[in-house]
């Protein structure tokens, strides 16, 4: 693999589809997902269960994609904005009353035989609360 781009299209393509089972076919069965301000989640079930649960507090429309590929293709980015609305309070956060919000954000992504090994996600966490407070 030399690009990783048309793999990270198809991961931010269900993103925004609000298709889960796309993005897990995107997946290494091992994917490691780093989350903003929160612990490393190791495999597709683990990936999944945060995808509900942020599906169920959040509603999510990325635009201004810009993807990146490393030479090799075995590294990959993205540069995007984050248009959301809160939906249901998620623990620890202010309460949701359906605000919305505007984020600038970024995915770094490690692949390996095509699949993505490593997401690593990106936003500003004191922005969000601003925002949504």
Not at 101 to 125: C, E, F, H, Q, W
Request: hydrophobic fraction near 40%.
């Amino acid at each position: 693999m030399t690009d990783a781009t048309p793999i990270l299209r198809r991961y931010f393509d269900a993103f925004n589809a609000g298709d889960v089972d796309a993005m897990l076919a995107e997946l290494s069965d091992d994917v490691a997902h780093h989350v903003n301000e929160g612990k490393v989640r190791h495999g597709k079930a683990a990936f999944a269960e945060f995808c509900a649960h942020m599906n169920r507090c959040y509603r999510e429309n990325l635009t201004d994609i810009v993807l990146f590929s490393a030479e090799g293709g075995n590294r990959g980015a993205a540069e995007f904005t984050v248009n959301g609305t809160y939906l249901a309070t998620d623990s620890g956060l202010p309460e949701a009353k359906g605000q919305t919000y505007v984020l600038p954000g970024a995915s770094l992504m490690s692949l390996k035989d095509g699949k993505i090994t490593r997401v690593t996600t990106y936003y500003n966490l004191a922005d969000w609360l601003r925002q949504v407070s």
